[in-house]
């Protein structure tokens, strides 16, 4: 059973028209318009993930997933605030730097088991996603 890999991709104004490619291993998955998830199957095992747009995109990012696991990732655009200045820096000189990507950290604590302490319940809080990272 293949592992399963969920990329979400925040709202950000400089790249609203144009969708982000997501890369595992350096072969294309899926493509990310503004507030869109992919899911995609892959195999177990360590990957690279990156997001990429045009020339510029994110540094890539390890991944060891476990069969059957998932790794929930967020990813978007760095131009925000005052970074929109910076864009000629970022399409040139920092152009891996231009996307960030990152692991999805859930909401809200597991549900906790009656009878288990909190330290058994979250032994491993991120099923899926290798500890080795």
């Given at each position: 059973?293949?592992?399963?890999?969920?990329?979400?991709?925040?709202?950000?104004?400089?790249?609203?028209?144009?969708?982000?490619r997501?890369?595992?291993?350096?072969?294309?998955?899926?493509?990310?318009?503004?507030?869109?998830?992919?899911?995609?199957?892959?195999?177990?095992?360590?990957?690279?993930?990156?997001?990429?747009?045009?020339?510029?995109g994110?540094?890539?990012?390890?991944?060891?997933?476990?069969?059957?696991?998932?790794?929930?990732?967020?990813?978007?655009?760095?131009?925000?605030?005052w970074?929109?200045?910076?864009?000629?820096a970022?399409?040139?000189?920092?152009?891996?730097?231009?996307?960030?990507?990152?692991?999805?950290?859930?909401?809200?604590?597991?549900?906790?088991?009656?009878?288990?302490?909190?330290?058994?319940?979250?032994?491993?809080?991120?099923?899926?996603?290798?500890?080795?990272?």
């Amino acid at each position: 059973m293949p592992a399963t890999l969920r990329i979400f991709r925040s709202n950000s104004f400089p790249d609203a028209l144009r969708p982000y490619r997501v890369l595992v291993d350096g072969r294309n998955v899926g493509q990310l318009g503004p507030r869109e998830e992919l899911e995609a199957p892959i195999e177990e095992g360590k990957h690279r993930v990156e997001v990429r747009i045009d020339w510029c995109g994110s540094r890539p990012l390890a991944v060891d997933l476990r069969d059957g696991g998932a790794v929930h990732l967020e990813c978007g655009c760095n131009l925000s605030g005052w970074r929109i200045l910076l864009v000629p820096a970022y399409v040139t000189i920092l152009r891996n730097d231009y996307l960030w990507l990152e692991v999805k950290v859930p909401s809200r604590l597991p549900d906790l088991k009656p009878g288990l302490g909190i330290a058994e319940a979250l032994q491993d809080p991120f099923p899926g996603l290798g500890a080795d990272l």
